[in-house]
Nanobody, 122 residues
Framework: QVQLVESGGGLVQPGGSLRLSCAAS????????MGWYRQAPGKQRELVAT???????NYADSVKGRFTISRDNAKNTVDLQMSSLKPDDTAVYYC????????????????WGQGTQVTVSS
């Protein structure tokens, strides 16, 4: 019903920058929250940053001041600008969206992208 397509991952040196983008498409009535999670090898998936349709944002403590999330409600897209990257930021980054897909309820369903690899290494 809803597809999330990510782009922008890759290899970057410590201290460098990358920008991730995610576009949602499909049977979308409205999107509540959008954001990014990440999963490093051997670790659980963790929140990186999220944003609501009203513009409120939430960041993991580990990325505050380095990452910036932005959203275009008209285009159903969310971006993550990552700066001052560290080796600990290495992970698969997943786009997330809570999407209303049925007129019969206000409840949104959770959707995930396929993930994009970010590797921070010299």
């Amino acid at each position: 019903q809803v597809q999330l397509v990510e782009s922008g991952g890759g290899l970057v040196q410590p201290g460098g920058s990358l920008r991730l983008s995610c576009a949602a498409s499909g049977r979308i009535i409205s999107i509540y929250a959008m954001g990014w999670y990440r999963q490093a090898p051997g670790k659980q998936r963790e929140l990186v940053a999220t944003t609501t349709s009203g513009g409120s944002t939430n960041y993991a403590d580990s990325v505050k001041g380095r990452f910036t999330i932005s959203r275009d409600n008209a285009k159903n897209t969310v971006d993550l600008q990552m700066s001052s990257l560290k080796p600990d930021d290495t992970a698969v980054y997943y786009c997330y969206a809570n999407v209303r897909v049925r007129w019969s309820t206000d409840r949104g369903d959770n959707y995930w992208g396929q993930g994009t690899q970010v590797t921070v290494s010299s």
